[in-house]
């Protein structure tokens, strides 16, 4: 095939994928009301499941109630806001629905040029990919996200300064850390094709574990965008622990050895 034919399949596959997306997003918008409602800012409220697990093992350590249930009030600040989120939010869910679709469409593209051992476990990587990011999508909801929520709206400098938290801040930490949490999850992923491929071996993770833990730091540090030490506590510590997931799913050797 020409450069000017693989361009043309590119372009089909290109717009495949921004037809579906933008249907899966038109979908969400209209339902983003209910969405925002029950989904996105369920964390604010104390009956979301992780702080009932919270007052859950304080009511067997203490008799006494918690004094103040949690709850988080959100404020607009700026004329559009409201409207843009709505739209921003749509295509971020879109995305993230879609992410299968989109990936298996990549993949369409690119397979043809592969050879048929390059091709073995594609299947096997595609189903558990997508599992992966979804369990860290959900890892980024239901923990990582709720504890800095929780963690950052109570804390105070002084009790003469009260937590007024933006519709704004809140968006854009709410993205950033469910979906960057749901690309992380796409480590062990990542390990286990590189050591099929022979290029990573269990040695690796052995000899720069020191090293990974610098940069799975800076990466932590990357994701949320607030600087204080829990937040970065709550997104390190889970990807941490795909590292040393991904350094069991690599042989001990390289295959060429």
Not at 156 to 179: K, V
Not at 227 to 250: H, K, M, N
């Amino acid at each position: 095939m020409s450069f000017w034919g693989h361009l043309d399949v590119l372009r089909g596959v290109l717009f495949r994928i921004v037809a579906v997306t933008l249907v899966i997003a038109i979908g969400l918008f209209i339902a983003m009301h209910w969405i925002f409602d029950n989904i996105i800012l369920a964390p604010c409220d104390g009956n979301f499941p992780l702080y009932l697990f919270f007052d859950y093992i304080s009511s067997l350590t203490t008799e006494e109630p918690t004094s103040t249930p949690f709850k988080v009030t959100l404020i607009n600040i700026k004329l559009a806001s409201q409207f843009f989120i709505h739209i921003s939010t749509s295509c971020w869910l879109a995305i993230t629905v879609a992410f299968p679709f989109i990936i298996y469409q990549l993949w369409t593209f690119i397979s043809p040029a592969l050879y048929e051992n390059e091709k073995r476990g594609i299947k096997t990587a595609f189903f558990f990919g997508n599992i992966m990011f979804y369990l860290g999508v959900a890892v980024g909801y239901f923990l990582v996200f709720p504890l800095t929520l929780r963690f950052l709206a109570d804390y105070q400098l002084s009790e003469a300064i009260p937590n007024t938290i933006s519709l704004d801040s809140y968006m854009d930490n709410f993205f950033i850390i469910t979906f960057m949490m749901g690309v992380a999850f796409e480590l062990p992923l990542l390990a286990w094709l590189l050591g099929k491929m022979g290029f990573l071996s269990r040695d690796f993770f052995s000899k720069y574990r020191r090293h990974a833990i610098v940069v799975l730091l800076i990466l932590a540090a990357m994701i949320t965008p607030t600087g204080d030490p829990f937040t970065l506590s709550a997104v390190f510590f889970p990807i941490y622990l795909l590292w040393e997931l991904s350094s069991r799913l690599v042989p001990k050797k390289h295959l060429t050895e």
